[in-house]
């Protein structure tokens, strides 16, 4: 744009000068432009102002990181193998000694063996017999003996006892049959006894009626009702079909009746 300008305005010195005009030398026109030319860019490079070319530094070189050898890793180790105890040896097993042979047993030994439990019960009979002894018999028959306590057995029986006094319990379970006596054993031989149980005989009269049980042994139904029982002491109950109920005792004696009464 300013070059525009310098050459309108050295078109316009020419023209003010008169160059234009036919007659003039070209050559000497061509200068004059050319003249012109040169001066213009002397004044605009004179008048221009100077470029500032920013000054660009340099940032200082950088030296390169240090080259640090990796590190050594040692290779891994595999732990040592575990020592394993060899598996314990079993001992060699005992000898075992065989059993020694059942001993012989000659004939006459096996037979004393045999017969010992026979001899044994012979000593104690034989001491029995040479002890002194009861004879004891009962009418009736099978009743159970106890003696202080102990049961010696059921009549008749013979049973061996120490001197001097005991007393005696004869039982029996029909009709709860009980006696009881007292014996006096001599220091030597024996002594007999015989116990004879009488009977005698019990009627019930009883209202409302009711079921007779004596000793806890059921009798029937009364009235009218009569039964025999041996001589001694026994427990009448009587239980009426309303659950009502009585007891009381009676003592029996020999060929002789009882008269029980009752009314509830």
Known sequence: ???????????AEVRAAGLNKAGVNPLAVSVFIASALAGAVVVFLATRPPEVVPLVVAPPPVAPPPLVPPPVVPPPTSPPP??????????????VAPPPPPAQVAPAERKDK???????????EERDENRPHLNLDSAP????????????GK????VALKPGTHRLTLSGTKFGLSRQITVEVPKTG??????VLKRGSVRVLVRPAAEVFVNN?????????SFPLYEGEYNLRL???????RSQPVRITADQEELVKVIF
Not at 143 to 150: I, P, Q, S
């Open 1 to 11: 744009m300013d070059q525009a300008r310098t050459m309108d305005g050295m078109t």
């Open 217 to 225: 042994i059921p009798m029937g139904k009364a009235p009218p009702l």
């Open 82 to 95: 575990l020592a394993v105890a060899p598996p314990p040896v079993a001992p060699p097993p005992a000898e």
């Open 239 to 245: 239980v009426t079909e309303d659950g009502s109920e």
């Open 155 to 158: 009549t008749p029986l013979s």
């Open 190 to 195: 024996s002594v007999t006894e015989k116990i």
């Open 114 to 124: 045999d017969d010992e439990p026979r001899r044994k019960k012979k000593d104690r």
């Open 141 to 152: 028959a099978g009743l159970t003996v106890k003696a202080d306590g102990k049961v010696l």
